[in-house]
């Protein structure tokens, strides 16, 4: 079953984020990036294992590449859940970090979570030298003022607009914030074997904006509890979402239409991106 | 002269740095990044280039490494100056960037500014792809959680801490917070020449050392104008620096001493090195 195939990755990316920060100083910041690496999905983790097995990569292999990119994760997070940017008090269930320390500590325990990402994807068990500095190259592209970066301020900047956001103008935001790193995280398989990333980077791309809509039909329909976030933030605060852009059946029934582009993009590997195309049915299954 | 060399590696940097952020998107994210890279006196850009000089290597080789070390540099400053940091309004002569634009632009500018320096130690300029990772690694480790930002968190720990730094405790703070980037940028010759780094490790802890020290010194009796940011408040905020913990003259025989130290660790390279003597000396001289 996919879901417990979801759950075994998520322990094994946990062990080794908790492995990766073993050691390190008794200090606050050291202890709020423990718990920012806590709990969640590890949805683009899995991907990245799941990425390197279609490459004939070993899971212990590709590890610290999934262990990078939920470390990358989990730094946006941390530092859009501040109170400048989305102001959210709860993250997967618990209080964010800003708020169990303070903002100071959020700040530099994302800053450094990033540094840890990069540092993971050094590993020397990820492969040869130039491949692993192709994984940085990659992760810079898809987290810095081209990717994730531009997509959050695009974000915030759309909170200021005088008009709400196009679907064009929504769907480039998108594939900024949320985009971008999960195509970083179904590449990486495709970069460690020094492979052709043309097709993980189709089906990343469709994936990526079927999972953004999904978020937007749980803002609306979703159960508070189980997304472990606050919801119906968007609609509240008027902001433009693709359920508000293409009603709440129109959202759903475009989201089923990337999944089965994300399926087709992955044609070229058969029988073999079974499990990828699990995770693309899952992106929009999901209840967090 | 020492200055002249400076300001003309200075010059060098801060056309590269451009050249990194040319075409990318116009957005204000993007506008406060180019704003943060702007002046400074660059030396630990200088050093890079100085290092790698000192290895045979030219200064286009080893360009991207300066900007690199730059560009992490002024992340840190962006986030160290937000209000829930050091809360500091001029920097460089110029309203921070909080205060130009917002808390979230400074936010993301800095994030941005990190990956863009991860970005530049891939560039192929750099020699092989092996020694490219090296770089990326030391600059993982110069920057994160056992680096700058955890010194960075020792000094706001050491705001409310019950009792004043001990001399002990400050010198591992600042081998943090200052120190672990001047090292990087002093190693990083011989790391894109795999040579030894042992003795630009001694030289750069001195330097380290000694250069902040010279800022503790600064903050007492510098002047605003020169410096381009707020003198005075260590003292004023009743925190341990160097010279409360060692009067100022202690202060200045100590960076002297430093300066010295540093000089001697440049033994094995001879008269090769004289520049980077020279910049152990400007760092305890300098007025900003």
Redesign the interface.
């Known amino acids: 079953m996919f879901p417990d195939r979801l759950a075994e990755a998520a322990a094994e990316i946990g062990a080794a984020l908790e492995a990766a920060?073993a050691g390190?100083?008794d200090?606050?910041?050291?202890h709020a990036?423990r718990y920012a690496l806590q709990g969640g999905k590890r949805l683009r983790g899995f991907l990245v294992l799941e990425s390197a097995a279609l490459h004939g990569i070993s899971r212990a292999a590709a590890l610290p590449a999934a262990a990078a990119v939920e470390a990358l994760h989990a730094?946006s997070l941390v530092?859009d859940d501040?109170p400048?940017?989305d102001d959210d008090d709860l993250r997967r269930g618990q209080p964010t970090v800003h708020v169990r320390w303070?903002?100071?500590?959020a700040?530099?325990a994302?800053?450094?979570l990033?540094?840890?990402a990069?540092?993971l994807?050094?590993e020397p068990v990820l492969g040869?030298?130039?491949r692993?500095?192709s994984l940085?190259?990659a992760?810079?592209?898809a987290?810095?003022?081209?990717g994730m970066?531009?997509g959050?301020?695009?974000d915030?900047?759309a909170e200021s607009a005088a008009a709400p956001l196009t679907l064009e103008e929504i769907t480039a935001l998108q594939a900024g914030k949320t985009g971008a790193l999960i195509g970083f995280a179904a590449e990486a398989g495709a970069i460690l074997a020094g492979a052709d990333r043309g097709p993980l980077r189709a089906y990343a791309a469709a994936l990526g904006l079927a999972f953004q809509i999904a978020d937007d039909i749980l803002d609306v329909e979703g159960d508070p509890e189980a997304a472990g976030k606050r919801l119906g933030k968007d609609a509240g605060a008027g902001k433009a979402t693709f359920v508000s852009l293409l009603g709440l059946e129109g959202a759903k029934a475009r989201a089923k239409d990337l999944v089965t582009i994300a399926e087709l993009a992955l044609a070229p590997y058969g029988a073999a991106a079974e499990t990828l195309r699990d995770a693309a049915r899952f992106a929009i299954a999901r209840q967090s």
Chains 1, 2 share one sequence.
């Open positions: 920060l390190k100083a200090q606050p910041v050291i990036m730094y530092h501040l400048c940017m303070d903002e100071a500590t700040v530099l994302g800053d450094a990033q540094t840890l990069f540092a994807c050094c040869p030298a130039e692993r500095l940085v190259a992760l810079a592209q987290s810095g003022a081209e970066v531009l959050q301020a695009l915030i900047a």
